[in-house]
């Protein structure tokens, strides 16, 4: 009964992150998300259990120190949780398409340069989607690579390029917590402004990650399985414009806000695949949602956390803060660092771009906002593929058996320290001119 219950209240929480708009819909969201991680405690990670249990002790704090505080961090829950979980559900109904199965062998094969590239950009563009969903598509070819023909040069290639090419998502993709985390915090900023500087951040460092690579044969042996057409590629090319013009609409054109529109375009992909296959007379079985114990306490407690702090932050924080010139560009170029650091530390960016949106943003002049956005979403996208603990480097290290210290820290360190220097040139550069 307990699996059943789970996935119960997990689309109780969904539910309820679509109808945040209703008096009290955000502590349902918020009681639904705890509960679902308590009756899935002997199943967890040993760090979401502490990042749950570290909220509970700010839940604590909040109610003895200051009731105030707890209305907002619960909004930020419930939001958190129902934008991983569309994800989540759109990544089971995207899996079952042969489309993506095609594209990922694609993907692999190829000569070393070509085949880098494509899986690089490939586990990007899949990535908008499907977030880490992207990470068990591809990383599962290179897997299969690996326990058919064994360790080479080119499946650790291989294995880079996929970190990486997830790694860059949460600086481009719209769909991504971190963009969505940083518009929601910095209020007044335009997704179109912050997308005009990340995507070219993010191109750059896929081609600045072929300079880090193993030398390895020039020709690989081709898939026998049947690789994508033009038909694959376009139909799942429009499918994610799809997603992202709903998403730009709502946001922009409704002033629906930028976590719940991307709620509402990813599950309008899984209510239209539904009814697209009772068209065809076919009943796929609803997704299980009971192991998802570890994402919503990790999602969700990081960003109770996070939002706590901040508004302790904030209490002691009186008018405008009052720095010289220069501070704000030095700020800026210290963002992309703490995240990266916080994260050998393994505390997650969720935390981190909540205390630094909430608190910055708050004094940030409004004019150069665009610096400290940029700052923080190339600061999460060094982060997620550099730092060993990040979860799509433990997904790759199930798949693969490389090392999460070897396959992000140990292997891709210089090219993060270049993407940490680009990511801290930019915040300066945007903070300077917009000042």
């Not at 950009?121 to 299969?144: D, K, M, Q, W």
């Not at 090419?165 to 929601?184: C, E, R």
């Not at 038909?231 to 997603?243: A, D, E, K, N, Q």
Request: aromatic share 8%.
């Amino acid at each position: 009964m307990s699996p059943r219950l789970r996935s119960i209240l997990a689309y109780l929480a969904l539910l309820a992150a679509i109808l945040a708009f209703l008096p009290g819909a955000t502590y349902v969201g918020a009681v639904a998300v705890a509960t679902v991680v308590i009756l899935g405690w002997g199943e967890m990670r040993r760090v979401p259990q502490g990042v749950f249990l570290v909220a509970c002790a700010g839940l604590v704090y909040a109610l003895v120190a200051d009731q105030a505080l707890i209305g907002d961090a619960i909004a930020n829950v419930t939001r958190l949780a129902g934008l991983i979980l569309a994800v989540m559900l759109l990544s089971t109904v995207l899996g079952r398409s042969r489309d993506l199965q095609r594209i990922s062998v694609s993907l692999f094969d190829g000569r070393p340069t070509g085949r880098y590239l494509s899986l690089a950009f490939g586990t990007a563009l899949v990535s908008i989607p499907l977030n880490f969903g992207s990470v068990a598509v591809v990383g599962s070819l290179v897997g299969e690579r690996i326990r058919g023909d064994g360790d080479s040069p080119a499946t650790r290639n291989a294995t880079r390029a996929v970190l990486r090419g997830f790694g860059t998502s949460p600086a481009f993709s719209p769909l991504s917590i971190s963009v969505v985390l940083t518009l929601t915090l910095l209020p007044g900023l335009k997704s179109a402004s912050l997308m005009a500087v990340a995507i070219p951040f993010a191109v750059v460092m896929i081609f600045l990650g072929l300079i880090w690579r193993e030398p390895e044969p020039a020709s690989q042996p081709l898939s026998r399985n049947q690789p994508a057409g033009a038909g694959s590629w376009l139909r799942f090319g429009g499918l994610i414009l799809g997603i992202c013009a709903g998403v730009f609409g709502l946001s922009h054109g409704l002033g629906v806000s930028y976590a719940h529109a991307v709620t509402l375009s990813c599950l309008a992909v899984v209510l239209g695949a539904r009814v697209q296959a009772w068209l065809r007379d076919e009943h796929p079985p609803i997704a299980p949602m009971d192991r998802v114990s570890n994402e919503l306490a990790i999602v969700g407690g990081s960003a109770f956390i996070g939002a706590i702090i901040s508004g302790v932050v904030l209490g002691h924080i009186h008018g405008s803060a009052q720095l010289p010139d220069w501070g704000w560009p030095v700020l800026a170029a210290c963002v992309p660092w703490i995240y990266f650091v916080a994260g050998l530390m393994g505390v997650n960016p969720i935390v981190i771009g909540t205390l630094t949106g909430g608190i910055l943003g708050s004094i940030w002049p409004h004019e150069a906002l665009l610096g400290l956005a940029v700052a923080m979403v190339t600061g999460w996208s060094i982060t997620a593929f550099g730092t060993p603990f990040a979860a799509n480097a433990l997904i790759m290290e199930r798949l693969t058996g490389y090392r999460a210290n070897d396959a992000s820290l140990k292997w891709s360190l210089e090219v993060s320290g270049v993407g940490l220097t680009l990511g801290s040139l930019l915040g300066v550069g945007l903070t300077l001119a917009l000042l």
